[in-house]
Each structure stands twice: as structure tokens, then as C-alpha cells.
T-cell receptor, first 113, second 115 residues
């Protein structure tokens, strides 16, 4: 069965620190998609990235980077030089073929000035 | 561009009362539609999804139901609310195929408190 584990419930950092959010997934399929979403205090989920199971290249987008390792079933998210505006709950998610997403329980990131 | 609307944004209802949350999508046709629930301090749980008018799949047995009377309208209902129905309800849409495939776009959410 599908499962997404975000073991870090809450992380607190000071502005400009780098922070990595961990995500471990379980699936029996060879074709699947992995996602990260951000949920700011307003509550609306904001899409950050989608990665398919055949593309293990790491991706960088500004201060955000993602490390996908099939060997360890992990899809970790790093924020470099964190800012107060990065404070939010971050969700990792998995889907197999169809668009139903299975979410992890989320990691609450607090960035203090 | 596509937009998704959800209402009401906030709702306080007594136990045993009915519920109706509405979601509409603009700027796309034949979207896949979803209802998720986020209980306090927890992740998101998929409740229902729909691939077309009148086609509803339920993921979790409960006293909630969903309907899709029009292509871009998705309604979440209950005849009698329970305390455990309290939570943050999120509607989402996606398309099948193309560069945006598999990416869910979420509405702003509806916060339900059952007293």
C-alpha cells in the first residue's frame, strides 16, 4: 500500500539557516509521482514540485532544492537561506498513475527573524 | 486562467444539522475533482474524487456524501453532522494528460466546526 512518512513534525530555525524537510515513501509501483506542497497560515495548499519516478535528477528552483533517491525511497526538500515567509506547513505526497494524492502528515516549519 | 472557488469559508454548525459545501472550477472543462479533509494537526485525507458528471468515488466510509451535478461543480454534503466531522475541507481539481497532469490545484478551503 502507498504510504508517505514525514517524521519531522515541527522544525524551528533562525532566518538565513538552511533547513531540510524529510520525506520517505512506500509504493509497490514502478511508475509514480512525488509532490511537495506548501500550506501557509491562510490554509490554501500551494503546489511546489512534481517529480516522476523515472527522473532522479535533483532540481533547484531559487532557494528551493529537492533530492530524489529511489534507493532509499526518499524525496527530501531543502530551503537554503530560509526566510520568515517560508514559515508554513509542508506536505509531501505520492500518487500512482491516477491523480489521487496520498499525503504525509506534514512538517511545520517556523523561521524566526 | 483556471480558478477554483470554495464556499463558505467558515461554518459553525450544531451536531445533527445538515451540511453543504460547494466548489466550482472555472477556465477548464472535464476536470478531475476532489474533496480532502484536514483534521487539526493532521495530514490531508482524501474523501471523494470524481472523473466526470455523476461519477463519484468514495475513499472513506462516513456520513458524508458528494455530488457532481455539473461538469465544474462539486458538492460535499451531510444529512446529520457529527462532532468528528469538524475540520478543514479542501476542494481540488486536476487534468488528465498534458504538462499539468497529476498536479492538484486546491481551493482556499472551508473550515467547519461542529458543536
Amino acid at each position: 500500500a502507498q504510504k508517505v512518512t514525514q517524521a519531522q513534525t515541527e522544525i524551528s530555525v533562525v532566518e538565513k539557516e538552511d533547513v531540510t524537510l524529510d520525506c520517505v515513501y512506500e509504493t509497490r509501483d514502478t511508475t509514480y509521482y512525488l509532490f511537495w506542497y506548501k500550506q501557509p497560515p491562510s490554509g490554501e495548499l500551494v503546489f511546489l514540485i512534481r517529480r516522476n519516478s523515472f527522473d532522479e535528477q535533483n532540481e533547484i528552483s531559487g532557494r528551493y532544492s529537492w533530492n530524489f533517491q529511489k534507493s532509499t525511497s526518499s524525496f527530501n526538500f531543502t530551503i537554503t537561506a530560509s526566510q520568515v515567509v517560508d514559515s508554513a506547513v509542508y506536505f509531501c505526497a505520492l500518487s500512482e498513475g491516477f491523480d489521487k494524492l496520498i499525503f504525509g502528515t506534514g512538517t511545520r516549519l517556523q523561521v524566526f527573524p | 486562467s483556471q480558478t477554483i472557488h470554495q464556499w463558505p469559508a467558515t461554518l459553525v454548525q450544531p451536531v445533527g444539522s445538515p451540511l453543504s459545501l460547494e466548489c466550482t472550477v472555472e477556465g477548464t472543462s472535464n476536470p478531475n475533482l476532489y474533496w480532502y479533509r484536514q483534521a487539526a494537526g493532521r495530514g490531508l485525507q482524501l474523501l471523494f474524487y470524481s472523473v466526470g458528471i455523476g461519477q463519484i468515488s468514495s475513499e472513506v466510509p462516513q456520513n458524508l456524501s458528494a455530488s457532481r451535478p455539473q461538469d465544474r461543480q462539486f458538492i460535499l454534503s451531510s444529512k446529520k453532522l457529527l462532532l468528528s466531522d469538524s475540520g478543514f475541507y479542501l476542494c481540488a481539481w486536476s487534468v488528465t494528460g498534458g504538462p499539468g497532469a497529476n498536479v492538484l490545484t486546491f481551493g482556499a478551503g472551508s473550515r467547519l466546526t461542529v458543536l
